[in-house]
């Protein structure tokens, strides 16, 4: 596979014409959504994870699975209920016919885990998928067990019913590289949609990539170089958001009670290579980390009662903060 190209700008020019396939098999399935299809091919490819936010009926489940077959990765849902056990995720070790332990593995071996509705199951269920999500392994009875590669989790929340809901910890949710918000079609995109699903069986994408070129473009983008104003700006993005330091932003010491970790500075920078690189740029620059900015910071930053009272979103607290200096 690495000696497929003779350089890395070949690579990458191969990249972009592999993602032009990607989208176009997706849309055989997806009808729109075309901004949360790239984030979600962003984290796949910069080796992250993402929260897919959306009332029900809007395909995020449909979108995975989707995902998973033009990727030719394994795929496994998980719908989180507050019954359910860490070991209903990770797996468990049985005592088999020959009086032997032996460890049975749980639906989080495969590459793409949907964690259907995340925040219905108790925080001790959902941290059976942190070790899983950070360190691509887990341990069971004190015997570490590795996941194949490539391994992502792709969660989703319904943001309206929050009845017998466990908000996810802080600890879990910086775990995701993305928080993608799935908004309604527009009318053009709903008729075509239920003239999709009502007339006849939808069209079956076909696989665009192996697991084998999956890895290799995700070390690509490892490899792409980033201007030191890029950095400087992503790292100043992620100090304005902090209250009560020295690049505070006047809006953060106003609105924000809790500030993005260093996490936040990494994923913009890699978000902002994958994001140059899907559009045919062979290094980022200050736009492409813009772009990022908000999927990424969403999830990252507590907002406080007065910024809540007075309608100040996160994004709007991110908006302003990139539209000018502190």
């Not at 690495?2 to 350089?7: L, N, R, V």
């Not at 309604?184 to 192996?210: C, D, H, Q, R």
């Amino acid at each position: 596979m690495k000696e497929q190209y003779k350089s890395d700008v070949e690579a990458i020019d191969a990249f972009v014409e592999k993602y032009g396939k990607l989208k176009d098999e997706i849309a055989k399935v997806i009808i729109g959504q075309e901004e949360v299809v790239e984030y979600v091919i962003i984290s796949i490819f910069s080796r992250g994870h993402a929260l897919l936010v959306g009332v029900p009926g809007l395909a995020k489940t449909l979108l995975v699975n989707t995902i998973s077959k033009v990727l030719g990765l394994s795929y496994n849902r998980i719908q989180f209920t507050p019954d359910l056990m860490p070991s209903d995720i990770i797996g468990t070790e049985i005592l088999d016919e020959s009086r032997a332990f032996r460890f049975v593995k749980g639906p989080v071996f495969a590459n793409i885990i949907l964690a259907d509705e995340i925040n219905r199951t108790p925080p001790k269920t959902q941290a059976a998928l942190l070790e899983a999500m950070q360190e691509k392994a887990i341990t069971v009875a004190g015997k570490n067990y590795k996941l194949s590669e490539p391994f992502f989790v792709l969660a989703t929340q319904n943001p309206i019913e929050q009845e017998g809901t466990y908000p996810l910890p802080e600890a879990q949710l910086d775990r995701f590289m993305f928080n993608i918000w799935l908004d309604y079609p527009s009318f053009g995109e709903e008729i075509n949609i239920v003239k999709a699903t009502t007339y006849k069986e939808m069209a079956e994408p076909e696989m665009v990539l192996t697991a084998e070129e999956i890895l290799y473009f995700q070390d690509l983008v490892r490899k792409i170089p980033v201007p030191d104003n890029v950095y400087e700006y992503a790292v100043e993005l992620a100090s304005m958001t902090r209250p009560g330091t020295d690049k505070a932003h006047s809006l953060a010491n106003e609105y924000i009670n809790w500030g993005a970790g260093p996490r936040a500075s990494q994923y913009m920078i890699l978000g902002a290579k994958c994001h140059a690189a899907l559009h045919g740029k062979y290094s980022p620059d200050i736009e492409n980390v813009k772009a990022v900015a908000v999927s990424v910071l969403r999830h990252r930053i507590v907002r406080n009662y007065k910024a809540e009272a007075e309608g100040f979103t996160v994004e709007k607290i991110v908006q302003e903060m990139m539209n000018k200096k502190p």
